[in-house]
């Protein structure tokens, strides 16, 4: 099973009102199959390689959505640094049986995260294949304090994409690098982009998880054909072809097509 270095994602899942309708959604998506975990949880797999997981929601109050996990080896140190750092704890410290110990948090501006100390689980099996978590980047309105609280919980040094002539031209986005790593696109492991006047006032802040597929425009067709929206066509974007979708749910969550090098290679 892959290691994961300290504040590197290391698992996503989706919480859903009807479990069974997920995973006939995501399996016709992605070709994912399923096993059942504890409870209403059922783990995902692509490839015969965990992947992620769905579960059914226990309260109606919850959110739809897909949530993103950073990897820890100090739970209790993470806790302490993010309310050192002005984040708030939602859920605190609780074992997964064997598994690991996760927690949930919000960031300053509101985005809600998940920690997760492996224990027999360390998080994905497989990344940065088609069929597999990519990417992630927190959205938000509260851009100075946000950066400063990723930065210090988690020690990241931030990269500003804002190259005159790229995607990213006008836009104001920081690519995050782990500590002891040259910041830049080689090292990324997520992004903070910031939620605009332009979007109603009422949207809140959030991550988007990315998937990688072979074929964009092919996964947003099919996507629809599923039941499932578009919220943003498919574009072109410096690190390959990106859209963003909805489940039949609502859950939020976002594709990339990655560019082909000139060996005929995917580049992720």
Request: hydrophobic content about 40%.
């Amino acid at each position: 099973m892959a290691a994961f270095a300290p504040s590197v994602p290391c698992w996503v899942d989706a919480r859903l009102p009807d479990l069974e309708a997920g995973k006939r959604f995501y399996g016709e998506l992605f070709g994912w199959t399923f096993r059942a975990g504890e409870g209403p949880y059922a783990d995902a797999y692509s490839g015969g390689r965990l992947v992620g997981a769905l579960s059914a929601k226990r309260d109606g109050r919850m959110p739809t959505g897909w949530e993103i996990y950073f990897a820890t080896d100090d739970i209790a140190a993470d806790t302490a640094r993010i309310r050192a750092a002005g984040g708030q704890m939602v859920t605190e410290p609780v074992p997964a049986g064997r598994a690991g110990v996760l927690a949930q948090a919000a960031d300053p501006g509101g985005a809600v995260f998940g920690l997760w100390q492996a224990g027999d689980r360390a998080g994905f099996e497989k990344r940065n294949e088609p069929g597999s978590f990519c990417w992630t980047e927190v959205y938000t309105r509260r851009r100075d304090e946000v950066d400063a609280f990723y930065e210090s919980v988690f020690g990241y040094r931030g990269t500003d994409m804002d190259d005159p002539g790229t995607a990213e031209s006008g836009l104001d986005f920081r690519m995050w690098s782990p500590a002891g790593t040259q910041p830049g696109p080689d090292t990324a492991i997520g992004g903070r982009s910031v939620i605009t006047d332009a979007f109603p006032a009422e949207m809140p802040s959030y991550f988007l998880t990315y998937f990688a597929v072979e074929d964009c425009n092919r996964t947003a067709g099919h996507t629809v054909r599923l039941g499932g929206r578009i919220s943003a066509p498919p574009f072109d974007i410096p690190h390959g072809r990106t859209a963003v979708l909805q489940d039949d749910q609502g859950a939020v969550f976002a594709v990339l097509q990655p560019p082909v090098s000139e060996k005929g290679q995917s580049e992720l």
